[in-house]
Antibody
Framework: EVQLVESGGGLVQPGRSLRLSCAAS????????MSWFRQAPGKGLEWVGFITSKAYGGTTEYAASVKGRFTISRDDSKSIAYLQLNSLKAEDTAVYYCTRGDGYPYYWGPGTLVTVSS | DIQMTQSPSSLSASVGDRVTITCRAS??????LVWYQQKPGKAPKRLIY???SLQSGVPSRFSGSGSGTEFTLTISSLQPEDFATYYC?????????FGQGTKVEIK
């Protein structure tokens, strides 16, 4: 059974950093791209970015709203994807979801809440 | 960036009603569109991919159609468990972009 579990969310002050983790199981992690999405409270869904598998170079793409501040990485030996959030702003407050694959993901984690506030 | 315009933003309907939700893309995206259902506090659930392919396990009352710039999600006979928010997502190009969502409420 495919499982994705995000962790690392919490309350953080503006300008600070946070690292989210997505622990994966039930599939060959290293063969899959991994994506991140987010949803601000009471708002719609937003794509954050993704990372390809190492076979495709481990390349990344990001939304303009986070490019230069957020970094996606992966540790295939641990089956974990990471989302490093730097220079956080109030508008980054959201539930962050990881998904398996790119495009039209089927498997989503339950999400982790990041609150940026002083 | 491709803009996805979803309508309506909300609707009220009764059990048994036929419901149609539309997404329009600002440029042609072939059939690279997926529909999700989301209930409060939960992750999105994929209903339709490639514009019209029904996800395994999803009831056949859900259907999708369209290609190019105009897409529709139809629920042929609304059931109590279908009251939720629905989103379209284009995966033709980066950045991936969602419609604004349609909240389906009980009339």
């Amino acid at each position: 059974e495919v499982q994705l579990v995000e962790s690392g969310g919490g309350l953080v002050q503006p300008g600070r950093s946070l690292r989210l983790s997505c622990a994966a199981s039930g599939f060959t992690f290293g063969d899959n791209a991994m994506s991140w999405f987010r949803q601000a409270p009471g708002k719609g869904l937003e794509w954050v970015g993704f990372i390809t598998s190492k076979a495709y170079g481990g390349t990344t793409e990001y939304a303009a709203s986070v490019k230069g501040r957020f970094t996606i990485s992966r540790d295939d030996s641990k089956s974990i994807a990471y989302l490093q959030l730097n220079s956080l702003k109030a508008e980054d407050t959201a539930v962050y979801y990881c998904t398996r694959g790119d495009g039209y993901p089927y498997y989503w984690g339950p999400g982790t809440l990041v609150t940026v506030s002083s | 960036d491709i803009q996805m315009t979803q309508s309506p933003s909300s609707l009220s309907a009764s059990v048994g009603d036929r419901v149609t939700i539309t997404c329009r893309a600002s440029q042609a995206i072939r059939n690279d569109l997926v529909w999700y259902q989301q209930k409060p506090g939960k992750a999105p659930k994929r209903l339709i991919y490639a514009a019209s392919s029904l996800q395994s396990g999803v009831p056949s009352r859900f259907s999708g159609s369209g290609s190019g710039t105009e897409f529709t999600l139809t629920i042929s006979s609304l059931q109590p468990e279908d009251f939720a928010t629905y989103y379209c997502l284009q995966y033709n190009s980066y950045p991936r972009t969602f419609g604004q969502g349609t909240k389906v409420e009980i009339k």
